[in-house]
């Protein structure tokens, strides 16, 4: 695979998608197409606008008989990579529901980047990394108000008195392909949300594309009262999925 050194690759100015494939089907592949295009509008990015097309033309010559995989696109101003690779959370993952902690980094709700799925992405994955050695499965990142923002590689939904909550966009997140499907489909409340209200949650979930809707455990070892509302919209979404 050649790659051309330019600004997205030297500094970050470049985009990337990664997209569940069910059964070959590239899942909300729309949404995934809206997302990077505005995208490169919003950060004025020389980048040709990715066309449905082209996804199908690398689907269609890159076929495989696997039920889960993720397709990764990364776009910069002379590159245009298309890489699947392995799918990797497994049904245990959804059996034990995942364990979070509080990130020490702060998120930046000042800068455009933190709006958009850029190759500016080592805060996430270095967190990630510390969180996994401390025996965790998600960091939560606080904002400079020290409002409740997102995972690492996730969005964050909290529950409470059964009424859904999420931070709304201006504290500092990405808006979640999935995190949309949520908001489209249920009665959710997107509002600024400190430690202590994330801390009076009855359950938690977290989404992203690739685990669609991922019940919660526990937070910083203190273990919820329940999973149920998170498991009956995981079910609903495994529905949808399986049948589309």
């Known amino acids: 695979m050649l790659i051309e050194l330019d600004d997205g690759f030297s500094f970050g100015l470049g985009l990337f998608e990664t997209i569940l494939l069910y ?7 729309n949404e995934h197409l809206v997302r990077i295009n505005q995208s490169i509008i919003d950060l004025d990015l020389n980048i040709d606008k990715l066309e449905k097309d082209e996804v199908y033309r690398y689907l269609e010559t890159n076929k495989s008989e696997l039920e889960h995989e993720v397709l990764k696109i990364v776009l910069t101003e002379k590159n245009r990579l298309f890489i699947k690779r392995a799918y990797t959370y497994t049904d245990e993952d959804y059996k034990r529901a995942f364990s979070l902690n509080i990130s020490k980094v702060q998120r930046n ?14 805060d996430n994955i270095f967190e990630k990394k510390k969180s996994k050695k401390l ?9 400079s108000r020290s409002l409740v923002t997102e ?12 009424e859904i909550y999420t931070p709304k966009l ?8 999935i995190r949309q499907y949520i908001i489209s489909n249920y009665p959710v409340i997107e509002t600024d949300i400190d430690l202590e209200f ?16 991922m019940p919660v455990s526990s937070l ?23 049948e589309n």
Do not use: C, M, W
């Open 109 to 122: 709700e000042s800068s455009i980047f933190t709006f958009h799925k850029t190759l500016n992405y080592a």
């Open 135 to 143: 025996g965790y499965d998600e960091p939560i990142f606080l904002n």
């Open 23 to 29: 059964k070959g089907k590239a899942v909300f592949l």
């Open 198 to 213: 994330l801390n009076k949650a009855d359950e938690i979930f977290l989404t992203n594309s690739l685990f669609g809707i």
């Open 170 to 177: 201006s504290s500092g997140l990405l808006n979640g392909i």
């Open 220 to 242: 910083e070892n203190k273990k919820l009262k329940s999973q149920k509302i998170s498991r009956e919209i995981l079910s609903k979404y495994l529905t949808i999925i399986s």
């Open 151 to 162: 995972g690492a590689t996730s969005n964050i939904f909290i529950i409470v008195n059964n």
